[in-house]
């Protein structure tokens, strides 16, 4: 029998994996891919391994850079001065720096001071005291509603997918708070890092820590769990595996398709992902980060990803988050592809394709809804013996691998207190 069994094989559930073999539990990861890494994963384009979904590290990314400095990796990284821009009535409007806002045509003069008073005043807020807010109504408050149409309306359906008045302020305000913080002094863009090789280096050395004390299973999707008089039976790969706790970092609709003997529901929803990781046959003049906000486009990003690390390729993502059930989800890869090289042509003029790697989640990242704390709250209580990581537990923090690294620390710290006061009872 196992102290716990952790589901999942991304960072949440390496950390968790790691925490538990440091504070002496015996674990067993159940990964049902066939490599570790989860979302920030790596996948082969035009002959290099390259992140499937775009990743950067921001400097406040502190559980994330000491994971990588424990791995030895910190040699490896590399940072940079990013630049982002909004495209919109056919044109690339840069936004790094105080002067581009000046020069932002959409605003009229009340906008550009509207919006620097938003700004000003997010600085001043906690998310936490935001919570049970629509975004919509945060913004109108402090931005204006001009600012809001223009600018953060269309931003906000591009990036959580349902409608502003439905996205939670707590988790808008610590995005905005975010990307402040990425903003070093002197510098006028965000300072942003890569790791050189990829992130499936970092996942490596993990994997193969973890082997020094915990079992990890790949290609194992966990099928079923049931209670049992002492733990939990975890069913996967036509076995079954006993342990006293369970750590979950599935999406929570994922884990509520498990349970056998007894029931778990959850209300969160999930936003789904295409990405397409295009090489090309040339460079591109685009800043690292462009918003789209041209309507009519189904790319909703483009990110230059040539100019974080070294790459061989000319490289951008272009990428939409999408409601779990939009078509692109589930299209062939050569349908994204192909719909995605179209806006880029249409943005930047003739450009052909050297490779393309096309990847599609349903369950990319949780709604975070007005009503997300009250869908969550309870959720470490629901299910004696079972704890959560990962994403959907990160509110109202930005969902990074940091934030779930130390999501998995957490978990695997209640798992810990859980083995040891049963073995004090026992
Ligand atoms: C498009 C995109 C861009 C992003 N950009 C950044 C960024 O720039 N910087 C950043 O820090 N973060 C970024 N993120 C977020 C980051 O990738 C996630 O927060 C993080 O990877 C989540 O890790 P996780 O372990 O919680 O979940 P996941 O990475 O989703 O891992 C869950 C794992 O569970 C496995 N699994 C699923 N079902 C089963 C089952 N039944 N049994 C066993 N295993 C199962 C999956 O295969 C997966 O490996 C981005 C995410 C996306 C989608």
Redesign the pocket.
């Known amino acids: 029998m196992y102290d716990a069994v952790v ?9 968790a994996a790691r925490s538990l073999m440091r504070g002496g539990a015996g674990s067993l990861l ?4 066939g ?7 790596c996948g082969p384009v035009a002959g290099e391994s390259v ?1 499937w ?6 400097p406040h ?1 502190t559980e ?1 850079l000491e994971l990588i400095g424990e791995m030895g990796l910190t040699g490896s990284l590399l940072w940079q001065e990013t630049s982002m821009a909004f495209y919109l009535e056919g044109r690339l409007y840069p936004f790094s720096r105080p002067q581009d806002l000046l020069r932002f045509a959409p605003f009229n003069l009340a906008d550009k001071l509207r919006f620097c008073a938003g700004m000003l005043s997010s600085r001043f807020t906690q998310s936490q005291n935001l919570t049970g807010m629509s975004a919509k109504d945060w913004i109108v408050r402090h931005w204006g509603q001009s600012v809001y149409h223009k600018m953060m309306a269309p931003m906000m359906r591009n990036k959580f997918g349902i409608p502003p008045e439905r996205v939670c302020a707590g988790f808008l305000h610590g995005r905005i708070k975010g990307l402040a913080a990425t903003k070093a002094k002197g510098v006028s863009g965000e300072m942003l890092g890569y790791l050189d090789g990829g992130l499936d280096r970092l996942a490596r050395r993990l994997g193969d820590e973890l082997t020094q004390g915990a079992d990890v299973r790949l290609n ?4 079923a769990l049931e209670r049992t008089k002492d733990g939990y039976l975890v069913h ?1 790969g036509g076995q079954s595996h006993a342990a006293r706790v369970v750590i979950n ?3 929570l609709n ?1 884990f509520a398709l ?1 349970p056998v003997n007894f029931s778990f529901e959850s209300r969160v929803k999930y936003q789904g ?1 295409a ?1 397409a990781l295009m090489a090309l046959d040339r460079t591109l003049e685009l800043p690292y980060w462009t918003n789209i906000l041209e309507p009519g486009f189904s790319s909703k990003v483009v990110v230059n990803q040539s100019l974080l690390g070294h790459h061989r390729a000319n490289l951008v ?1 272009c ?1 939409a ?1 999408l409601a779990d059930e939009h078509p692109l989800i589930t299209a062939p890869a050569n349908q994204v592809r192909d719909t995605y090289l179209k806006d880029l042509r249409a943005m930047v003029g003739p450009v052909e394709l050297v490779d393309c790697l096309v990847t599609q ?1 349903p ?3 949780p709604v975070f809804d007005v009503d997300y704390h009250q869908q969550t709250h309870d959720l470490q209580n629901r299910l004696p013996g079972v704890f959560f ?3 959907a537990t ?1 509110y109202p923090h ?7 690294i130390c ?2 620390r957490r978990a695997a710290g209640m798992a810990l207190e859980r083995l040891a006061s049963g073995s004090r009872a026992a």
């Open positions: 589901l999942g094989g991304g960072y949440s559930g390496l950390a159940l990964e049902a891919s490599g570790l890494g989860g979302a920030g994963r992140e979904f775009y990743h950067h590290i921001k990314d994330l194992s999707p966990a099928t996967a970092t599935l999406p994922r498990l992902v990405c993502y990428s988050y989640s369950v990319a990242t990581a990962g994403n990160i930005s969902r990074t691998i940091s934030s779930v999501s998995g």
